[in-house]
């Protein structure tokens, strides 16, 4: 089993940034990669950026060039650079990680940008 624990949310005007954390611990060493998902409302969950325990990084192509995925292996710690904020960014981000089989979720956190 894998636990994820998110932090970093908030409210922020258009163009402001934020960082988003996500924590894993138990069987982290199952863990192949990790990312970020949002969902907005009324809208499915999308994937945003992910990275790979060989550090292969994917980004969505609406978040290109505004956010950035990191990785600190020493903390277990996943985090989301969110630049150049927009309001269309506006939904709860939800942390993943997933081994060969399995997918584990954070329970999200909420990021609202004002316009």
């Known amino acids: 089993q894998v636990q994820l624990v998110e932090s970093g949310g908030g409210l922020v005007q258009a163009g402001g940034s934020l960082r988003l954390s996500c924590a894993a611990s138990?069987?982290?060493?199952?863990?192949?990669?990790m990312g970020w998902y949002r969902q907005a409302p009324g809208k499915q969950r999308e994937s945003v950026a992910s990275t790979t325990t060989g550090g292969i990084t994917n980004y969505a192509d609406s978040v290109k060039g505004r956010f950035t995925i990191s990785r600190d292996s020493t903390k277990n710690t996943v985090y989301l650079q969110l630049n150049s904020l927009k309001p269309e960014d506006t939904a709860v981000y939800f942390c993943?990680?997933?081994?060969?089989?399995?997918?584990?979720w954070g329970q999200g956190t909420q990021v609202t940008v004002s316009s």
């Open positions: 993943n990680a997933y081994t060969f089989s399995l997918d584990y």
């Open positions: 138990g069987s982290i060493f199952s863990i192949k990669g």
